[in-house]
C-alpha cells in the first residue's frame, strides 16, 4: 500500500514538474513584452507552490496522517478549474493547445487537493494526448445533489479496446508516450472515493470527452480508501459495494388522507401533503450498513422522521441535513422549518429541538422558539380530546394514526377549539398528535397521546339489554380490529356466547382474552367453558394455575374438589372440600359433593349431617 501510494505522489511531483519545464523552455524560446514575461513568471511561481504542497502532503503520508478524514471546504468550481488551467498553460502552450472554461458560479464542498488532483489529470491528459493547434472545451452543469464536469478535447481518441481499461493502473493511452499510466486510475479513484462517478466518451482521430459526476458534499474518507481505489478491479469493487450506498433503498408508498407517505427500509419516514412538487433518491450498500436519503420540496409540506441514518432536505438552493432527528419543512412564498427532535443544520444556520426558522427568499432568516406541546391532554370513553388552551396558538393541528411512527394515518386536520369530539371508524389503539400553530405558521413540538377506542364495545354494552342480537354485531365488529389492544369486547362476548350454549366459540374467545388480560373472572369463564366441553385434564391444569396466585379462593377450591371426585380421590377431594366448608359452611353445592364423597368413603353417618346442610 506504502508503495503504491509513493506511486501516486510520485506520478503528481512528474506533472507539476513537467509543466514547470515546459514554461521555462517557452520562456527561453519566445519574445515577450514585461507585461507577458510578469504574467508568465507568476503562473510559474504558482506551480511551483503547488508542487510544494505536493511534497507537504507526501510528507503527511510519510508521518501517518493519512489515517484521519480528510479535511472538507467550500470550493468555486470556476477558481479551480481556471487554477488548474494556470498551471497547465505552459504545457499546453507548447502543444499549442486552447483551453476554454466557461464563466460559472457554482460552489460545493470537498478536498481541494485531492479533488484538484482528479480535475488536473484528465486536463494534463487532455492535452497530452490532443492535437496540435487543438483545444480542451470544459461544460459544467449543476444538478440536485451535486455537478456534472466535461472536459473534452479535439485530440487522438481512444480505441474501443483500450477504452475498457484506461483507468487501470499503469495502463498507457498511448504506449509511445511515456509516463507511468497512473493518472487516470488516481481520478477514478478519488472521484469513486468521493461518491460521483467519471464516464468517458471517444472516438479515434476525432477527441475524447470524460464526464465527471462530483457529489456536492463528499462522504468522509482518508487517503487510505483513495489508495484502495488503484488496487485490483476485484478489490474496489468490493469495497464499493461494502461501503458506499449505491443501490436503490425498497420502500412502501401510502396515501392517507391528505398525506402520501414514504417508509424506508432503514426506518426513515418521509411524508407529504397531497399536491406537494418533490423527488426523492433513496441508497443503501450492499451489506445494508449504510444509508442515504435524499429529497428536494420545490412547494408544499412535508415531514422526515429518520432514526438511524443521513438524510438531506433540498429546498430551491437551500440543503437541510439531519442525524436521529424529526423535523417539518412549509415551502410556499417562504421555506418554515421546525425541528421536534435532535438538530438540523443548513450551511452556518443550525435549528436545534424546539426551534423553528423562517427564511424569506432574499435569504433572510428568522429562528424562533417553538410553542410548548399542548397540555393536560385527556380523550374520554366517548372519543372527546380536551388539552388546556395555548394563548398564543391562532390553531390546531391534530392528526390521528393507528401507529406511533405516524405512517399510517386516518385523519388530520385543523381546528381552532380545545374540545373536539374525534371520529374512530374502528375499535383499536390510536396515537393522536396535536400541534399548536403560533403567528408565523410554525408548529409547536407535539403532544403524543395513546387511546383505545372502544366505542363499538360501549355500543353493545348499552344494547345488551334491549337488543342482544345487535349487540353481538357490535362486539364482532370490536373483535375484528382490536387486536391485543383491549380483552373487553373478547371477554363480553364470550361471555353472551356461553349463554347461548356456543361453548366452543366461547371458549376461544376467553383464551383470547387472558392473553391479553390474566383476569381472575376470565378463569372463571374459561373453567365453566372446560367444565361443558368435558375438558377435564384443562381444568385440573388451569385449577393448579390459578391457585398458585390465589391459594385461598373458595370457587377454584370447589373446582379442584370436584375433580378429584371425578377421579375417584375422595381422601383428597374431603380434605379439599373441608377447606371450602370451613370458609363458608353455608355452600350446597360443596355440603352436597362432601356428603356423596362421604358415602364413598363408606362414612354413612357423616354424610348424613352434609346432605341435610346441602338442601
Known amino acids: ?62 508521518k501517518f496522517q493519512f489515517t484521519k478524514k480528510l479535511k472538507y471546504e467550500e470550493i468555486d468550481i470556476y477558481d479551480l478549474l481556471t487554477e488548474i488551467k494556470k498551471e497547465l498553460t505552459p504545457f499546453a502552450q507548447e502543444k499549442s493547445v486552447n483551453i476554454y472554461i466557461p464563466k460559472i458560479n457554482i460552489k460545493i464542498t470537498s478536498n481541494k487537493f485531492w479533488l484538484k488532483r482528479a480535475i488536473y489529470n484528465i486536463f494534463y491528459n487532455a492535452i497530452k494526448y490532443n492535437k496540435r493547434g487543438g483545444s480542451v472545451n470544459v461544460k459544467v452543469e449543476k444538478e440536485l445533489f451535486g455537478i456534472y464536469v466535461s472536459i473534452a478535447d479535439t485530440g487522438i481518441g481512444i480505441n474501443k479496446k483500450s477504452l475498457s481499461s484506461i483507468f487501470k493502473v499503469f495502463h498507457q493511452i498511448d504506449e509511445t508516450k511515456k509516463g507511468v499510466g497512473i493518472g487516470l486510475a488516481l481520478a477514478k479513484s478519488i472521484i469513486d472515493s468521493f461518491g460521483g462517478q467519471i464516464n468517458v466518451k471517444s472516438n479515434e482521430d476525432i477527441g475524447t470527452e470524460f464526464i465527471l459526476y462530483i457529489p456536492k458534499k463528499p462522504k468522509e474518507i482518508t487517503i487510505k480508501k483513495i489508495a484502495f481505489g488503484l488496487v485490483p478491479a476485484s478489490v474496489a469493487l468490493f469495497l464499493a459495494v461494502s461501503y458506499f450506498p449505491i443501490y436503490s433503498q425498497s420502500y412502501i408508498k401510502n396515501t392517507q388522507g391528505r398525506y402520501v407517505i414514504y417508509t424506508f427500509e432503514d426506518g426513515s419516514v418521509l411524508k407529504y401533503t397531497q399536491g406537494s412538487d418533490y423527488e426523492i433518491k433513496a441508497h443503501k450498500n450492499l451489506y445494508n450498513t449504510n444509508y442515504t436519503l435524499f429529497s428536494s420540496l420545490k412547494e408544499g409540506d412535508m415531514s422526515l422522521k429518520a432514526i438511524k441514518n443521513k438524510a438531506s432536505i433540498f429546498v430551491n438552493d437551500r440543503e437541510f441535513n439531519n442525524l436521529g432527528t424529526d423535523f417539518e419543512i412549509i415551502k410556499d412564498k417562504e421555506i418554515k422549518v421546525a425541528v421536534f427532535d435532535g438538530k438540523v443544520k443548513s450551511d452556518s444556520l443550525k435549528i436545534n429541538k424546539g426551534e423553528g426558522s423562517i427564511i424569506l427568499d432574499t435569504n433572510k432568516i428568522k429562528v424562533i422558539k ?246
Open 370 to 615: 417553538l410553542l410548548n406541546a399542548p397540555k393536560n391532554v385527556v380523550i374520554d370513553k366517548d372519543g372527546y380530546l380536551t388539552f388546556s388552551k395555548i394563548a398564543t396558538a391562532k390553531k390546531y393541528k391534530i392528526i390521528i394514526s393507528h401507529n406511533s411512527n405516524f405512517n399510517n394515518i386516518e385523519d388530520t386536520f385543523f381546528t381552532v377549539k380545545n374540545k373536539i369530539k374525534l371520529s374512530f371508524r374502528t375499535d383499536s389503539l390510536y396515537f393522536i398528535k396535536i400541534f399548536a400553530y403560533d403567528q408565523y405558521g410554525l408548529p409547536s413540538l407535539p403532544a403524543v397521546k395513546k387511546y383505545v377506542n372502544l366505542s363499538h364495545y360501549y355500543k353493545a354494552m348499552k344494547l345488551l339489554h334491549n337488543d342482544k342480537n345487535e349487540a353481538i354485531l357490535e362486539l364482532q365488529s370490536s373483535v375484528s380490529t382490536i387486536k391485543n389492544h383491549s380483552s373487553l369486547p373478547y371477554y363480553q362476548l364470550s361471555k353472551i356466547l356461553y349463554q347461548k350454549e356456543e361453548y366452543n366459540s366461547s371458549l376461544k374467545l376467553v383464551q383470547k382474552a387472558l392473553e391479553i388480560d390474566k383476569n381472575k373472572k376470565y378463569y372463571y369463564l374459561l373453567l365453566k367453558n372446560y367444565e361443558k366441553l368435558h375438558k377435564y385434564k384443562e381444568i385440573e391444569k388451569t385449577i393448579d394455575e390459578m391457585l398458585n396466585k390465589y391459594p385461598n379462593d373458595i370457587y377454584l377450591l370447589f373446582y379442584k374438589a370436584k375433580i378429584l371426585f371425578n377421579q375417584a380421590k375422595y381422601k383428597e377431594t374431603s380434605k379439599v372440600l373441608f377447606k371450602v366448608l370451613q370458609t363458608n359452611p353455608n355452600l350446597k353445592e360443596a355440603n352436597g359433593l362432601m356428603a356423596l364423597t362421604l358415602k364413598k368413603l363408606k362414612k354413612y353417618e357423616d354424610a348424613k349431617y352434609y346432605e341435610r346442610l346441602a338442601k
Open 1 to 62: 500500500m506504502k508503495d503504491l501510494i509513493s506511486s501516486v505522489f510520485s506520478h503528481e511531483l512528474k506533472n507539476s514538474l513537467s509543466s514547470i519545464r515546459f514554461g521555462i523552455e517557452i520562456f527561453n524560446k519566445y519574445e515577450m513584452s514585461s507585461q507577458e514575461k510578469k504574467k508568465f513568471v507568476s503562473d510559474l511561481l504558482n506551480t511551483i507552490d503547488n508542487t510544494m504542497k505536493i511534497l507537504d502532503e507526501y510528507m503527511n503520508f510519510i
